[in-house]
């Protein structure tokens, strides 16, 4: 199985801040990865698949890169209502897996 | 307005089951493959398992492979998961969510349902 691996596991951040979140995967995905957003009590939210492309309605603060093992989400200017868990996620092999997530809150 | 609403989480006994089900509305469901994933108490996400829009292919993690069965309806627009010989690892909320898990998009997510195995 692939394993997924995410650093920082929690930053604290000024609003207004960019913000960078790493992503690695085990072994080579290509550009299947997505971005979840999670905020407490509520189910994920698909923020970019195919690690560069924006759901539609996702705010363009938000974005993603990388393709292979190396994979970057940037916030580019940091909101309150941005404070949430990040997650990253590949579909290029069964199972698909999370990494363990990012707690992103507000310095 | 698209939704997603799951159904069926309690309190069971370890060993024991629970049927979970996922109302889906606002979207075209016989056409959408669909996933359940789930979140342990203060933990990360899991995936679950996959059935394809036909329910001709389906997917299990090794976790879970054996004891949970995912199925669908799509003329009542449901989807479901029977959960048998339950264990408190099992514990957790479960989401039942669109094809955006294999970057297909748009993405839909239900809010969850908690599922608590303890004696």
């Known amino acids: 199985d692939i394993q997924m691996t995410q650093s920082p596991s929690s930053l604290s951040a000024s609003v207004g801040d960019r913000v960078t979140i790493t992503c690695q995967a085990s072994q080579d995905i290509s550009n299947y990865l997505n971005w979840y957003q999670q905020k407490p009590g509520k189910a994920p939210k698909l923020l970019i698949y195919?690690?560069?492309n924006l759901e539609t309605g996702v705010p363009s603060r938000f974005s993603g890169s990388g393709s292979g093992t190396d994979f970057t989400f940037t916030i580019s200017s940091l909101q309150p209502e941005d404070i949430a868990t990040y997650y990253c996620q590949q579909y290029d092999n069964l199972p698909p897996a999370f990494g363990p997530g990012t707690k992103v809150d507000i310095k | 307005e698209v939704q997603l609403v799951e159904s069926g989480g309690g309190l069971v006994q370890p060993g024991g089951s629970l049927r979970l089900s996922c109302a889906a509305s606002?979207?075209?469901?016989?056409?959408?493959?669909m996933n359940w994933v789930r979140q342990a108490p203060g933990k990360g996400l899991e995936w679950v398992s996959y059935?394809?829009?036909?329910?001709?292919?389906?997917y299990y993690a090794d976790s879970v492979k054996g004891r949970f069965t995912i199925s669908r309806d799509n003329a009542k627009n449901s989807l479901y998961l029977q959960m048998n010989s339950l264990r408190a690892e099992d514990t957790a909320v479960y989401y039942c969510?669109?094809?955006?898990?294999?970057?297909?998009?748009?993405?839909?997510w239900g809010q969850g349902t908690l599922v608590t195995v303890s004696s």
């Open positions: 195919d690690a560069s």
């Open positions: 969510a669109s094809r955006g898990v294999f970057g297909v998009v748009p993405d839909y």
């Open positions: 606002g979207f075209t469901f016989s056409s959408y493959s």
């Open positions: 059935i394809s829009s036909s329910s001709s292919t389906i």
